[in-house]
C-alpha cells in the first residue's frame, strides 16, 4: 500500500516539479536577455517605440 501512495506521489509532484523550474529557468532567461539587448541597443530610437 506504502508503494502505491509513493508511485502516485511521483506521478503526480515529479511532472509538476520539471514544469515549474522550466518556467523559473524561461523567466530568468528572457529577463536577462531583455536586459542585454537594453544594453546592448542604448540610444536607439526603436527602444522607444511601445511595446
Do not use: C
Not at 508511485?7 to 529577463?31: N, Q, R, T
Amino acid at each position: 500500500m506504502l508503494g502505491g501512495i509513493a508511485i502516485v506521489l511521483a506521478v503526480l509532484l515529479i511532472p509538476v516539479g520539471v514544469l515549474m523550474s522550466g518556467a523559473v529557468a524561461s523567466a530568468i532567461f528572457g529577463e536577462v536577455a531583455y536586459r542585454d539587448g537594453r544594453r546592448r541597443h542604448e540610444g536607439s530610437e526603436l527602444l522607444d517605440l511601445p511595446d
